[in-house]
Nanobody, 125 residues
């Protein structure tokens, strides 16, 4: 059974940085497109970033472009999200997701079929 487990969340001050990790167990994820989403209280789930199977192609939501970086280490079966210049509006539960049916970048959340449990990131002002 494939499992995605996020880690690295916590509380950070405005302007700070956090790196999230998503470890995948149960199967190698070399051929999977991967992504990060977030959901703030009372809001819909929002696309954050995505990468293709190799990590060479990436795509970002407008609200995080230039501040966040998605990357992956296929040897370690791990996906990362480096978040810099954090703002209070970045406060949310962050989820990693995998699309076992896609190699290239996937943006719509309904095209991801594997999800982690989420990790909270809180940015204090």
């Amino acid at each position: 059974q494939v499992q995605l487990v996020e880690s690295g969340g916590g509380m950070v001050q405005t302007g700070g940085s956090v790196r999230l990790s998503c470890a995948i167990s149960g199967r190698t994820f070399n051929g999977y497109a991967m992504g990060w989403f977030r959901q703030a209280p009372g809001k819909e789930r929002e696309f954050v970033a995505a990468c293709n199977w190799s990590g060479a192609t990436t795509y970002y939501g407008d609200s995080v472009k230039g501040r966040f970086t998605i990357s992956r280490d296929n040897d370690k079966n791990t996906l990362y999200l480096q978040m810099n210049s954090l703002q209070p509006e970045d406060t949310a539960v962050y989820y990693c997701a995998a699309s076992s049916l896609n190699y290239e970048v996937v943006i719509p959340s309904n095209e991801y079929n594997l999800w982690g449990q989420g990790t909270q990131v809180t940015v204090s002002s």
